[in-house]
């Protein structure tokens, strides 16, 4: 294990050698862990595992390793409980990703839940995934689409206007923005003005990075992807809670949901199994358990600790740029580990590309969030994202290539 030293003077753990992909190119820096994050070499190895030694479909086979698929599976369904402090492992779900999970819910829960007059509420700040789902179930449904605003700093403006709304669906931690949203309050003052509301919450950009308790938090459904935690692309969860779950009628239909099938009708399975037609994404389950316990092992706390440190380090660093914007919480303790940026007169996009050519990779665009950008009044930023993995030479390599940048555009 290589340990090195902090800005803070700290000595810590190198985190990149667990990732083979940083082995093969050591000037190779990764800065899109919002986008999706790198995989350790335990993940990869599960994986590996699961094919050459125990490859078979699951809750069908009786033969040992179909037996032994199966097991997997539902042990993974226990860990993500553990990990999110469900009530119950049928309360888990195993969807593609959180884009799925969302859609899961707005046409099971919602499609059957709303009907004219009533409102759907959502934020300014969503990435497409919770914004376009809810927009359209509006439309269909004749119900009002109400979306709630920022304040200048980036914070949702909680004016709520959730009176008559069935359902209010927001981000934990905006995947431009980096802000945090002080989501248990804002629960408890949705449910406190509006008793029979239910929250899903966008999880996506906030599981990899800090704990989330669903009992705590109170709400009703949680969605999030696997692979920005460092599991496989093609797994991702919906977490909802029990007795809502079996209300909600199926979203896809087909094997393995089924109780009974006649030509005249069909008959369903209990949670979790109704929502999981066909076979299920088995790999990235299996890496979902390894991302888990890499998770655990490394502590989310020190996970956070660790970007906020760096969250600290890039801004402070970034304040040297002249004519560099940043946008969101100036407050550290209330944003993330996600940095959105322009550089005044040089498009986002070429900001990236040469800085992909210096082996350095951010993202630019709209981060599947143009109304937000919208309303911050600009059509693209730039954005960088941190995991473990960074540290602060990452920072360091950043700032002296934005640099460059402004002088091949001669800006600066
Ligand atoms: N929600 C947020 C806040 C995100 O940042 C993303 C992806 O970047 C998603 C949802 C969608 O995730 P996925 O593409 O894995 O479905």
Redesign the pocket.
Known sequence: MRIKKTLGGKYMRSYKNDFPIFQKNKKFVYLDS???SQKPKIVLDAIQEYYATYNANVRRGLYPIAEKATKKVEKVREQVARFINAKDPSEIIFV???????NLAAYSFASHNIAKGDSVVTTIM?????FVPWQQLAIQKNADFVVLDISEDGFLDLDLKIKKAKILTL?????VLGTINQIKDIIKQAKAINPQIKVLV?A??SIPHMKVDVQNLDCDFL???G??MMAA?GI?VLYGKRELLKQMRPFLYGGEMIKEVSIAKTTFTDIPYKFEAGTPDIAGIVSFGAAIEYLKSTGIETIQKHENRLIAYSLSRMKEIEGLTIYGPKDIEKRSGVVSFNLNGIHAHDVAQVLGDMDICIRSGH???MPLHKRLGITASARVSFYIYNNEEDVDKLIESIKKVKKIFKYG
């Open positions: 919002a986008a999706t593609r990703n959180a884009t799925e999970a969302i969503e990435h497409h995934s919770n981000t934990h931690v905006s995947n966008d996506a950009q969605a999030f992807s692979h920005k692309t991702g981060h599947c969030a």
